[in-house]
Nanobody, 129 residues
Framework: VQLQAYGGGLVQAGGSLRLSCAAA????????MGWFRQAPGKERGFVSA????????YYADFVKGRFTISRDNAKNTVYLQMNSLEPEDTAVYYC???????????????????????WGQGTQVTVSS
């Protein structure tokens, strides 16, 4: 399974970008796809995720309603619409896919990197002030 993320770039503060991530390769029963990011000198952290069948969404607190995740089942693609971007959003953004079901007592399962089986190569987002 290959994940191809694209859509990053350079944008001014307050601007928008739309990231896309397409899954290709062998048949893979996705339960969820997510976005994580890693800024220079920091650990990779959760941004957003969506479950593939129920369309349940998860967001990190810092998103504050600025980002929207969506998916297109037919295209095997997940999107991250990012609005009102801030310089603090500068990072490499990674998409990931999980084939694992969420444990019943773990509502934060898909916010953790360990839940994901496949990772894309990352796309750079740079927000200038």
């Amino acid at each position: 399974v290959q994940l191809q993320a694209y859509g990053g770039g350079l944008v001014q503060a307050g601007g928008s970008l739309r990231l896309s991530c397409a899954a290709a390769g062998r048949t893979f029963n996705k339960n969820a796809m997510g976005w994580f990011r890693q800024a220079p000198g920091k650990e990779r952290g959760f941004v957003s995720a969506v479950t593939w069948i129920s369309d349940r969404t998860y967001y990190a607190d810092f998103v504050k309603g600025r980002f929207t995740i969506s998916r297109d089942n037919a295209k095997n693609t997940v999107y991250l619409q990012m609005n009102s971007l801030e310089p603090e959003d500068t990072a490499v953004y990674y998409c990931a896919a999980s084939g694992r079901g969420r444990p019943l007592n773990d509502n934060y399962f898909y916010t953790r990197g360990a839940a994901y089986d496949y990772w894309g190569q990352g796309t750079q987002v740079t927000v200038s002030s």
